[in-house]
C-alpha cells in the first residue's frame, strides 16, 4: 500500500508539473478570449462585442491617444454579443482590467441591439452571460491563467504547445493588445450567402425583441464610471447595409436612445455606418480582415479631425 501511494504521489506530481510547464506555451492561439485574462490592467480601453473585438486595431489609434494626452496602451476588452452584454458582469470584468489610477484614459463603447436587448424566454430566465468566460472569471491580469485553462480550455494541455508552434492550425490570433486577427476571407457569395441567412434566422425576434431597462442601466453605469477615468466614445459599428436595415426594423429607437444616453452623459455618439459602403464583411456583420485595417483607418481619423474638433 505503502509503495502505491508513493507512485501514486509521484505520477500525479509529474503531472502537475507537465501542466504546468504546458501552461506557459498559452497565447494568442489558445483560444478567442485567453489572452485578454493574461495582461495587466490596460489605462484605456476598447468595450463592447466580437464586431468590435474583430474591427478596432488599437494600434492604429496609439498614436493618436498618445498624441492628444490620453493614457495608453489602449486594449481591447471586447468580447462578444453573448459572453459580454452589458450587464453586472462585463462592468465588474471591466472594473478589473482597467487601470484604476487612471485619469486620462480613452474608452470606446461600441453598442448594437444585441448587447442592449433580448428576447425574453419565460423557460429560461439566466443571463446569457452566465454561459460565458466572464462569469466565473476572478483572475483578469494573471499569466499563466490558470483558472482560465481549467474552466475553458476543452482540450488537454499539451495542444497548447502544438498550437503553439503552429502544429495544430488556427486561423485566428489574439493579439497582445486585445485585438482578434480572424484571417479567413470569405469570397462575395458565400459572405452575401452567409448574411441573407443569418438576417433570416434574426426575423423571428422582431416583435419579441426589446432594448433591456437593465443592459441600459448597466450601460450607464458603464459610462458612469468609465468618465471617472477619462473620455468615453460610443460607437455603432458598421455593418452591411442589409443587416443595417434589418436592425433598425429590429429596435427602429435604437439610434435615439443611445442619442440620449449619450447627452445624458455628456458624450460623443457616432454611428460609423454611413461608411459601410467602403467595407466588406464575412456574414453581414463582422467584418472582413482586410477591412478592419480601413475601419481602424478610418476611426483614427475620425477621431483627429471630428472628434476633437467636438469634444
Known amino acids: 500500500m505503502k509503495t502505491f501511494l508513493i507512485k501514486l504521489s509521484l505520477a500525479l506530481l509529474l503531472a502537475g508539473i507537465l501542466h504546468l510547464v504546458s501552461s506557459f506555451f498559452s497565447g494568442g492561439k489558445t483560444d478567442d478570449f485567453y489572452v485578454r485574462f493574461t495582461t495587466s490592467p490596460s489605462p484605456s480601453l476598447i468595450i463592447g462585442s466580437s464586431r468590435a473585438a474583430q474591427g478596432i486595431q488599437p494600434d492604429s489609434l496609439q498614436s493618436w491617444c498618445a498624441d492628444n494626452g490620453y493614457a495608453t496602451p489602449l486594449f481591447n476588452f471586447a468580447f462578444t454579443s453573448q459572453s459580454s452584454p452589458f450587464g453586472e458582469t462585463y462592468y465588474h470584468a471591466i472594473t478589473k482590467k482597467l487601470d484604476a489610477t487612471t485619469g486620462n484614459g480613452l474608452f470606446i463603447i ?22 460565458g468566460q466572464l462569469y466565473d472569471a476572478h483572475w483578469f491580469n494573471q499569466y499563466p491563467n490558470w483558472e482560465y485553462l481549467i474552466n475553458h480550455y476543452n482540450y488537454g ?10 502544429i495544430i492550425k488556427n486561423n485566428n490570433t489574439l493579439h497582445a493588445n486585445g485585438w482578434l486577427e480572424v484571417n ?16 433570416l434566422d434574426r426575423r423571428n425576434d422582431i416583435g419579441k425583441f426589446n432594448l433591456s431597462s437593465s443592459r441600459l442601466e448597466w450601460l450607464n453605469r458603464t459610462i458612469s464610471y468609465l468618465k471617472e477615468h477619462g473620455t468615453v466614445v460610443i460607437v455603432r459599428m458598421p455593418v ?9 426594423e429590429l429596435v427602429p429607437e435604437f439610434d435615439q436612445t443611445i442619442q440620449e444616453a449619450a447627452i445624458k452623459h455628456g458624450v460623443v455618439y457616432h454611428d460609423f455606418n454611413d461608411m459601410s459602403g467602403m467595407l466588406t464583411f464575412k456574414d453581414g456583420h463582422h467584418m472582413q480582415l482586410s477591412s478592419t485595417a480601413i475601419f481602424s483607418g478610418y476611426l483614427a481619423k475620425w477621431l483627429r479631425e471630428d472628434f476633437s474638433s467636438q469634444h
Open 110 to 131: 461600441a453598442v448594437e441591439p444585441y448587447t442592449l436587448g433580448e428576447v425574453v424566454n419565460a423557460k429560461d430566465t439566466t443571463p446569457i452571460e452566465h454561459k
Open 240 to 248: 452591411s447595409s442589409e443587416f443595417y436595415a434589418f436592425e433598425n
Open 184 to 199: 479567413v476571407t470569405v469570397d462575395a457569395a458565400a459572405a452575401s450567402e452567409r448574411a441573407a441567412n443569418n438576417i
Open 157 to 166: 494541455w499539451g495542444r497548447l504547445a502544438l498550437s503553439s508552434a503552429g
